[in-house]
């Protein structure tokens, strides 16, 4: 027998398991906060933004999971050499109190 067969996840505790699924990767929660603190942001811009050092592949790696998400909007701009630009969605937006007030959790209780 599989372990999940055995213990199915309890109805309550989905919510958070899809949570952490999408915010799984701590490039993730810091991507989002740069982009809503600094607007609009090119991919060199946001390697050179995002706090921690990331790398260009851990960076492309967390935008296409957001973007998947819906909760970053990728524009390609027709150009030679191609333009694209990074920026949070409304439904980022409705997220950032709830962002906000668990730094301030995390800031009160280190």
């Known amino acids: 027998m599989k372990k999940n067969e055995k213990n199915p996840p309890r109805p309550t505790l989905s919510p958070a398991c899809a949570l952490i699924g999408r915010f799984g990767s701590r490039w993730a929660l810091l991507v989002l906060l740069t982009l809503h603190e600094g607007g609009v942001l090119r991919f060199g811009e946001l390697v050179r933004a995002v706090p921690g ?3 260009e592949r851990m960076l492309s790696a967390a935008l296409r999971d957001l ?7 990728r524009r390609v701009y027709p150009e030679v050499p191609p333009r694209v630009e990074y920026a949070t969605t409304p439904k980022t937006e409705s997220l950032m109190p709830i962002l906000r007030q668990l730094l301030d959790w995390a800031r009160e209780n280190a």
Do not use: Q, T
């Not at 973007?67 to 909007?73: I, K, N, P, Y």
């Open 53 to 55: 050092g990331i790398s």
């Open 67 to 73: 973007e998947r998400a819906g909760l970053v909007a």
